[in-house]
């Protein structure tokens, strides 16, 4: 079981950007990849991205292509979601997730793949 926790989220206008962080408690980090999600009130809980192993591989909702980037440290034990021109829509809670393995991110791609999850972070964009 890998411990995770997310921060970065907070109040932003549109058009702004935040960085998210989620700290992993784990003795090999790089033996997992990672992902956000997010989850709007009232809706279930969508893919925003993933990144493999390494970080030599990542995979992104359309909706946030071009917009948001994930990468790790893993000296620093660490995945990131950067998240630029947000808008509205974006308004979420935030959450990463750990998946054991070594496949390339676009295998990351659905809730059930993951088998720990942190508490979340609310990111809110005004319009």
């Known amino acids: 079981q890998v411990q995770l926790v997310e921060s970065g989220g907070g109040l932003v206008q549109a058009g702004g950007s935040l960085r998210l962080s989620c700290a992993a408690s784990?003795?090999?980090?790089?033996?997992?990849?990672m992902g956000w999600f997010r989850q709007a009130p009232g809706k279930e809980r969508a893919f925003v991205a993933a990144i493999n192993w390494s970080g030599g591989s990542t995979d992104y909702a359309d909706s946030v292509k071009g917009r948001f980037t994930v990468s790790r440290d893993n000296a620093k034990n660490t995945v990131y979601l950067q998240m630029n021109s947000l808008q509205p829509e974006d308004t979420a809670v935030y959450y990463c997730?750990?998946?054991?393995?070594?496949?390339?991110?676009?295998?990351?791609?659905?809730?059930?793949?993951?088998?720990?999850w942190g508490q979340g972070t609310q990111v809110t964009v005004s319009s």
């Open positions: 784990v003795g090999s980090f790089s033996g997992y990849a």
């Open positions: 997730a750990a998946a054991g393995g070594y496949y390339s991110a676009s295998y990351y791609t659905n809730a059930a793949d993951f088998g720990s």
